[in-house]
């Protein structure tokens, strides 16, 4: 693919991906159930908020990631998908996160409910609880219930990760107008970016667990650590013009450009390079992964399958969702218009 020319002259150059487009039948099916779902637990209220969340398409990206789900875990992933974007966006374009103390009463409720004894059941249904929470609520209790208690431990503990690095180590950056340098940046996003949580749904689409001790291994590790690097670096270069538009400075090309004091469009080419380089690490990781771990098969490739297909779906996704194209009538949207108070709390 050439390279990519975006309205006010920045180019975006190839992203080396050599992994096949997919997309899951069931698309349709789950952009019409994510609509009422966000609805139906007051994430989305507001039309401008409603505009701007159907023409991100989530449903769509979630079908590119997850191109051999069906149709149950496709809906519960785009579900997770949708949560995970709409909280990202209160603690990254609002005044949510700036307000420390707001933020850890918010993860204090939602801590609560992954760690009940019924999976969140008694607080999905809850009228007093922010809808960030009573939703979490209703995940927890869809996706644990069918999850063995390795699984849920380590998938709580990165959720726990991303919220409390998102909440604490972003948010102090903010208040104190920090530039992370690159290398603690490129270890935060990983967290920040919530791809961690990302990856363990993948055990639940193929209805596989894997092992503690092969998760845990240095070859396992190396392999999902590139392929999250991969995914967090590809969005970051399509959502630079959209985060630089109100002040980010969480975004690795702003953060190469900012230390290497270098142009946006020179620090966007070195990104994509390093992305291209980081996708041959994986592919590198993966081939060892299978030669040195050849007992574990039966799980490592189709966790590896999801590795590629995350990677592939969200250059894809990244490309053409509107939730990046700069100069739009969606991308010039305020976060007054499409952030909601009631999501967090924050209108009581």
């Known amino acids: 693919m050439s390279a990519l020319t975006r309205t006010g002259g920045a180019h975006i150059p190839e992203i080396h991906c050599p992994f096949p487009y997919q997309v899951n039948p069931h698309a349709d099916q789950a952009r019409a159930h994510l609509d009422g779902w966000v609805r139906r637990t007051g ?4 039309a ?3 505009q701007r969340f159907a023409q991100a398409d989530f449903g769509w990206f979630v079908s590119l990631v997850h191109p051999t789900a069906n149709a149950r875990h496709l809906e519960l992933t785009a579900d997770w998908f949708a949560w995970l974007f709409l909280v990202d966006d209160q603690l990254d374009d609002g005044g949510f996160g700036r307000s420390p103390q707001r933020m850890r009463q918010l993860v204090d409720s939602m801590r609560e409910v992954l760690e009940a004894a019924d999976f969140g ?3 999905a249904p809850a009228t007093d609880a922010p809808p960030a929470v ?4 209703d995940l927890w209790r869809r996706t644990a219930a069918d999850a063995s208690p390795q699984w849920r431990r380590r998938f709580v503990r990165h959720l726990r990760g991303c919220l409390l690095t998102a909440t604490v180590w972003e948010a102090d950056n903010r208040i104190r107008g920090r530039v992370p340098d690159e290398e603690t940046y490129i270890e935060k996003r990983r967290h920040t970016g919530a791809i961690y949580v990302c990856m363990d749904l993948i055990e639940i689409v193929e209805h596989i ?3 503690e001790d092969l998760y845990d291994s240095p070859e396992f590790t190396a392999a999902l650590d590139a392929a999250c690097n991969v995914v967090c670096w590809t969005n970051d270069v399509y959502s630079l013009e959209k985060e630089r538009a109100l002040g980010e400075v969480h975004n690795l090309a702003y953060v190469v450009q900012h230390h290497r004091g ?3 469009e020179q620090a966007v080419a070195e990104v994509c390079a390093a992305t291209s380089a980081e996708t041959e690490r994986f592919l590198s990781a993966e081939r060892n992964l299978l030669r040195t771990r050849l007992d574990h098969a039966a799980v490592l490739t189709p966790y590896l399958a999801g590795m590629r297909t995350w990677i ?3 250059l894809d996704w990244s490309r053409r969702t509107r939730r990046y194209q700069p100069r739009t009538e969606l991308t010039a949207q305020r976060p007054d218009e499409y952030l909601e108070p009631a999501l967090t709390g924050a209108e009581r």
């Open 312 to 314: 592939r779906g969200n």
């Open 48 to 50: 401008s908020a409603a």
């Open 134 to 137: 009573s939703s979490l609520a």
């Open 43 to 46: 994430l989305v209220r507001r």
């Open 121 to 123: 059941a008694s607080r």
């Open 209 to 211: 667990d894997v092992p």
């Open 262 to 264: 270098i142009g946006q």
